[in-house]
C-alpha cells in the first residue's frame, strides 16, 4: 500500500574544498544537513557533487543522504539518492530510496521524494511503501 508524507525541511550546505590536486571547482562538494518535518521527523547528512556551465540555468548534482529519525512514528534511518538536472532553466529532479537501505522500524522502506521551493521554504512529498511491522 502506497502511503503519502509531506512536511517541510531546513537545509544546510557547507562548501568542500576540491578532492585533487588540480584546486579545480568541477565538480564542486558539500556536505548537506537536513532537519524535517512533519510526519518524516528526521535529520539527515550526506554529500553532493555539482557541476554548473558556463550556459545561464544549466548545471547537474548528484547527493546521498542518510535520513535517521522517524517516519509516521516508526523509527530507523534510511538512505536517499538524488540525480539532479537544470537545462537553460528547467528543472529535473529524482529523488529515491535506495533499496534495502532502511534500518530498524523502517526496514523495507521503498520509495521517492519530491522537493519544492517555494519563497525560500523547503518542502516535501515523500510517496513511500512500508512493509507490514
Do not use: W
Request: proline share 7%; aromatic share 6%; net charge negative.
Amino acid at each position: 500500500m502506497n502511503y503519502q508524507a509531506s512536511g517541510t525541511f531546513e537545509v544546510k550546505l557547507t562548501p568542500q574544498p576540491p578532492t585533487d590536486d588540480t584546486e579545480s571547482p568541477v565538480p564542486g562538494r558539500m556536505l548537506i544537513a537536513k532537519q524535517f518535518h512533519g510526519p518524516l521527523n528526521a535529520t539527515s547528512k550526506g554529500q553532493m557533487l555539482a557541476a554548473g556551465t558556463e550556459v545561464k540555468g544549466s548545471a547537474g548534482y548528484v547527493a546521498m543522504e542518510q535520513v535517521t529519525g522517524s517516519l509516521q512514528g516508526r523509527k530507523g534511518s534510511f538512505v536517499l539518492q538524488h540525480s539532479g538536472t537544470m537545462d537553460r532553466g528547467a528543472a529535473s529532479l529524482s529523488v529515491c530510496v535506495v533499496p534495502d537501505s532502511g534500518t530498524g522500524e523502517l526496514a523495507g522502506l521503498t520509495g521517492a521524494m519530491t522537493i519544492n521551493i517555494e519563497n525560500g521554504k523547503h518542502f516535501y512529498d515523500f510517496t513511500y511503501v512500508m512493509p507490514s511491522p
